[in-house]
């Protein structure tokens, strides 16, 4: 299936190749799964995140400009769908305000070696705080660029908006003159992008549980726009370059400047022009410009297939560009040949079954049909549980509970139930209907598990 979209002034022609594969995802019956779960914005993981992310020192940090209301949902095309816009009267943190000098300062005048990257909006140096002292990372707005000003305004409130330890944190901003800057956390360990697919010589490749690390951060990071922000908020530039990651690979989203607010009332999608980058669109949205949270949900499937593969979401040394889900392809019939996905980087140090798990949730979030997606939530309890299969505490806590209680949890039961000859198995209705009700059921039974057994 061809299809074409105005982006930028260029035109993108991308190949979506779902509806051809033969991979009948819509169908796929999948243990990974518990039911869809109500937000409680009482609940207790959540609280305490919020309450571990504290904002920049505001004491003496003037409020940034405010943003007009149309900006953050507005479309450069008619939409078929007028969107409701948030009221953005006022902005949930207030951040510094830098002049242009003292960012110059900062980074030596932009020199090359603080040169750390270049994305859509624009450069990125390393840069020294004199007051306080802080290291921090410093994006010059790229005048030529596919972004510009709206979303360096976009950007700014969006991160004033939220708090979380899976996204990254702004510390403040530059609008001087013709000059615009923003100034970020800075993290160490760079991007995601850089370890999968550009390493450098002294970078060592990603294990698995570090993998895993990463995934279910991110995935923390995504519920938390879609499910605890009030509008919620769509992402819509899921990528592994937009994943930065700090010390122990802990992971935060970054680039928030081509987000939106989600529909509201009884609307289903925003109506927008299509915008992110090749491989990781979600068809949908390529086709019609209709964006939801659900189109978020696909481009996180991309990025999760790339941690498992080491590849990238589009391979442009191919003729033609070969996405990644086409050149899996041959080795998705059968579940017994997921393992053969596997980054070979990783020389094999992983669990079997934790990489057909994984590989299982990224087809999920991958379904042709966005309404058979799962929730961001319900992606982060399953990779809580996938990550646990190659945690050795994990695994000990599995061990010690069998042990005790002359039987194994529902966990164990799942675990050992899945041999090799899984992927061969025959349901007929009945069963299907009864192993999806039993993953409904799994997800909160292993948080209880987990929290009341004591590391060995």
């Not at 003496?60 to 953050?72: G, H, I």
């Not at 697919?197 to 995934?215: V, Y």
């Not at 022009?273 to 390529?286: I, K, L």
Request: net charge neutral.
């Amino acid at each position: 299936m061809i299809y074409q979209s105005c982006v930028g002034g260029s035109i993108w022609v991308l190949k979506m190749h779902l509806g051809t594969l033969g991979l009948k995802m819509g169908g796929l019956a999948c243990l990974c799964f518990p039911g869809r779960r109500k937000v409680n914005p009482k609940d207790n993981a959540i609280s305490d995140e919020q309450r571990d992310c504290k904002p920049p020192d505001v004491a003496t940090t003037p409020t940034v400009q405010k943003v007009d209301n149309d900006l953050l949902n507005q479309s450069t095309e008619k939409s078929e769908t007028k969107q409701v816009d948030a009221p953005l009267n006022t902005i949930g943190k207030k951040q510094r305000e830098f002049s242009y000098q003292e960012l110059v300062k900062a980074t030596n005048n932009f020199r090359r070696d603080r040169y750390l990257g270049e994305g859509g909006f624009g450069q990125v140096y390393k840069g020294n705080l004199e007051n306080p002292n802080q290291v921090v990372a410093v994006k010059k707005l790229n005048k030529d660029g596919l972004q510009g000003n709206k979303e360096f305004q976009v950007e700014i409130t969006m991160l004033s908006l939220v708090c979380h330890p899976n996204i990254v944190t702004l510390i403040g901003y530059c609008s001087e003159s013709n000059q615009h800057l923003l100034v970020y956390e800075f993290m160490p360990l760079g991007s995601l992008e850089k370890h999968l697919h550009d390493p450098k010589p002294n970078m060592k490749p990603l294990d698995w549980n570090t993998r895993m690390k990463i995934a279910v951060g991110t995935a923390r990071g995504l519920d938390y726009l879609h499910n605890h922000c009030e509008p919620r908020i769509i992402y819509r530039d899921m990528k592994a370059a937009n994943i930065l990651l700090g010390e122990g690979y802990d992971p935060k989203i970054s680039d928030l400047g081509l987000a939106k607010f989600g529909p509201l009332g009884d609307k289903s999608y925003v109506s927008t022009r299509v915008m992110g980058t090749m491989g990781y669109c979600a068809p949908e949205y390529g086709l019609t410009g209709h964006l939801t949270i659900k189109s978020d949900t696909y481009s996180f499937g991309v990025v999760l297939l790339e941690l498992v593969t080491g590849r990238q979401a589009l391979d442009d040394t191919k003729e033609g560009g070969q996405y990644l889900i086409e050149w899996a392809n041959p080795m998705l019939i059968d579940k017994r040949k997921y393992v053969k996905l596997a980054d070979p980087r990783m020389k094999g140090e992983f669990m079997q079954r934790s990489v057909r798990k994984a590989v299982e949730v990224a087809l999920m979030c991958m379904n042709n049909d966005q309404e058979k997606r799962p929730d961001m939530s319900e992606v982060v309890d399953a990779l809580d549980f996938v990550a646990s299969l190659s945690d050795p505490v994990m695994v000990g806590d599995r061990s010690r509970n069998r042990n005790q209680n002359g039987k194994s949890g529902l966990i164990v039961n799942l675990d050992s139930s899945d041999d090799e000859n899984d992927g061969l198995k025959e349901e007929d209705e009945d069963e299907r209907a009864k192993a999806i009700e039993e993953a409904k059921m799994w997800g909160k039974r292993y948080k209880h598990e987990a929290a009341n057994t004591t590391p060995l």
